[in-house]
């Protein structure tokens, strides 16, 4: 069983940039898909950005691309997001998962608060 580690949210002004990172120990994240949800106030939550554990192919949510980024660093075992132009919309608990591409079972992380202040 993996744990995943999340860190870099803050505060920020709209239009602003941050980058978080997940960092992942006890497997290998060459066997597993990886990516990003997000959970803001009163709603449910949304899945934004992923990798494939295959041919490595990205995913982003409609309302992120073009300004997110997701990356991984094999060597290092983590997982990046990088959000540039941030809007107050992107407030939210961001959290990262791992998901085995045989059972299909994700493990989280506990989140990171981003907030934007408009």
């Known amino acids: 069983q993996g744990r995943l580690v999340e860190s870099g949210g803050g505060l920020v002004q709209a239009g602003g940039s941050l980058r978080l990172s997940c960092a992942v120990y006890?497997?290998?994240?060459?066997?597993?898909?990886v990516g990003w949800f997000r959970q803001a106030p009163g709603k449910e939550r949304e899945g934004i950005s992923c990798i494939s554990s295959g041919d490595g192919s990205k995913y982003y949510d409609e309302s992120v691309k073009g300004r997110f980024t997701i990356s991984k660093d094999t060597a290092k075992n983590t997982v990046y997001l990088q959000m540039n132009s941030l809007k107050a919309e992107d407030t939210a608990i961001y959290y990262c998962?791992?998901?085995?591409?045989?059972?299909?079972?994700?493990?989280w992380g506990q989140g990171t608060q981003v907030t934007v202040s408009s």
């Open positions: 006890g497997i290998s994240l060459d066997d597993y898909a």
């Open positions: 998962y791992y998901q085995s591409i045989i059972t299909g079972n994700r493990s």
